[in-house]
């Protein structure tokens, strides 16, 4: 997975988790999920990086609503 790829699947995410978080503005909804991105900097393979940072950000919205 390219950057543009990964970038793409993580907006995917942040529209996902603001589905699923309604009373999350989507704002803060992309903060949290740019917020988990960091952790999997140094990851050489890519490709599972975008479920990763889902499982982060939603625990950390869950801990918000």
Same mark, same amino acid.
């Given at each position: 997975?390219? !950057? ?6 993580? @907006?995917?995410? %942040? ?5 699923? =978080? ?11 999920? !740019? ?6 900097? @140094?990851?050489? %393979? ?5 479920? =990763? ?13």
């Amino acid at each position: 997975m390219d !950057r543009s790829d990964e970038d793409r699947a993580i @907006n995917e995410v %942040i529209d996902r988790l603001a589905k699923q =978080f309604p009373r999350v503005s989507t704002d803060e909804v992309a903060q949290v999920v !740019r917020q988990s991105r960091p952790e999997f900097d @140094n990851v050489p %393979i890519r490709d599972f990086v975008p479920l =990763f940072v889902e499982r982060g950000a939603k625990a950390r919205l869950r801990e918000l609503t």
